[in-house]
């Protein structure tokens, strides 16, 4: 087995409109908190390659995606199976991708190249840098991610509920040099990386984590990944019925503080794990309830936000072109025996963290969302029952309707079909 790790800085120019908090045209980078990185992983077992790219950004757009995928299959012959790119989700990066208002107003191209420029470069750098690895794993619990769906008696807030449930899985792989040396760490873990706001930029928790991580391993090495984020945030950030008013460097210090504490503490217990490298990638279609041309007309006159979106689908709608279901990326990559990444496109929400884990048998799955696409929320069942934020906020996904209910079960059959393809 061969590794190979790098990192390029992805740091907007100042000027540059940001994503997360607010429409990007009206919220532009004042200066760079601390600089936003793509982190590449190349892991090789034979002839089989598998490349992870961990990106400091918000969203990595589908667009985005298959433009990189074919940048990285003309440099290096790679597959997009076989590269899987994941955003952080930062809400102090960079406006990539088409979430919102992106969808008619595109993001300058002087960015989009610099962010391709950056995640080839270090493509190319992590595959110049192979060497002989050993691969070792484990995983812990992560007492971050704090449930953000709190039930009042008008409905349900974006503010911190103790008692919901959440994914806190903390999975940990590390490679390692001939010499025993870390050659990379990745880590996951799944909440909102919203700790700072303000208008400069920041790669938030995930950042701070990886820089306490690197410094206490003595080199660059580390990367995050997201997981099941969509409906948390971090703990750090409750205050009493509420999360805390303009957090900014404190808490995002002490919130990636938290974290790589968590993962230092398991580096002892991780095991080792025999090389095998595999890849899969499909798109699976989730379905959706559609809404008819009055309900469509009512969201538009209910909040002008929605007008353009509406008018869209209304049209869809007309012409007998609308979409029946919300179509997400699922990639499968195997690094070694028992051992795999099982990432979602989308935001999804805790209860998709044990479903990935029960697409196999036994050994470890390592579950991320934010891969590959924005796609949209990705609710569960009961949730949709429940009402909230993320079931309705399908239109800024700029989807024609809800997910349906008994969705996980289209989950379930990817699962099986990344099985069928050779991901163990």
Request: with cysteine; proline share 8%.
């Amino acid at each position: 087995m061969q590794a190979g790790f790098a990192r390029v800085d992805l740091s907007p120019p100042v000027g540059y409109p940001l994503m997360g908090w607010g429409v990007p045209a009206e919220r532009s980078c004042s200066a760079v908190h601390d600089p936003l990185y793509a982190r590449a992983l190349v892991i090789r077992e034979g002839t089989a390659t598998a490349v992870i790219v961990a990106l400091d950004l918000c969203f990595i757009g589908r667009d985005d995606t298959a433009r990189i995928h074919g940048l990285l299959g003309r440099a290096y012959g790679l597959e997009p199976r076989q590269v899987l790119l994941n955003a952080s989700h930062t809400h102090a990066g960079p406006a990539v991708g088409n979430y919102n208002e992106l969808e008619w107003w595109l993001a300058p191209r002087g960015y989009q190249r610099q962010v391709d420029r950056g995640i080839v470069t270090a493509v190319g750098a992590a595959l110049a840098a192979l060497q002989p690895a050993t691969l070792w794993a484990g995983q812990g619990r992560t007492t971050l991610p704090l449930n953000r769906r709190q039930l009042r008696e008008s409905g349900i807030f974006n503010a911190p509920n103790p008692a919901g449930p959440v994914y806190d899985a903390l999975p940990v792989v590390l490679l390692r040099d001939a010499a025993e040396q870390p050659l990379a760490l990745l880590f996951a873990a799944s909440t909102h990386p919203v700790c700072f706001s303000g208008s400069a930029v920041s790669a938030d928790f995930p950042g701070a984590a990886c820089a306490a991580l690197d410094a206490a391993l003595g080199r660059p090495c580390s990367l995050f990944v997201q997981g099941m984020g969509g409906d948390s945030r971090p703990c750090t950030l409750a205050a009493g019925r509420d999360w805390r008013r303009d957090p900014g460097e404190a808490e995002t210090t002490a919130t990636g503080q938290l974290l790589a504490s968590e993962v230092q503490a398991l580096l002892p217990q991780l095991r080792p794990v025999k090389p095998r490298v595999q890849s899969a990638l499909l798109e699976t279609a989730w379905p959706l309830v559609p809404l008819t041309a009055a309900q469509y007309a009512a969201e538009a006159a209910a909040d002008p936000r929605r007008r353009r979106w509406a008018e869209e689908c209304q049209a869809q709608l007309a012409a007998g072109t609308l979409p029946a279901s919300c179509n997400l990326l699922l990639q499968g990559l195997q690094l070694g025996d028992g051992l795999r990444l099982a990432a979602l496109e989308g935001e999804p929400c805790h209860g998709y963290g044990p479903l990935l884990e029960a697409g196999w048998d036994s050994g470890q799955t390592v579950a991320l969302g934010y891969t590959g696409g924005e796609g949209m929320y990705v609710v569960t069942t009961p949730m949709l029952a429940a009402g909230g934020y993320e079931p309705l906020s399908y239109w800024e996904y700029h989807q024609p309707g809800p997910l349906a209910p008994g969705m996980e079960a289209t989950l379930v059959s990817g699962l099986a079909e990344l099985r069928r393809r050779g991901v163990g």
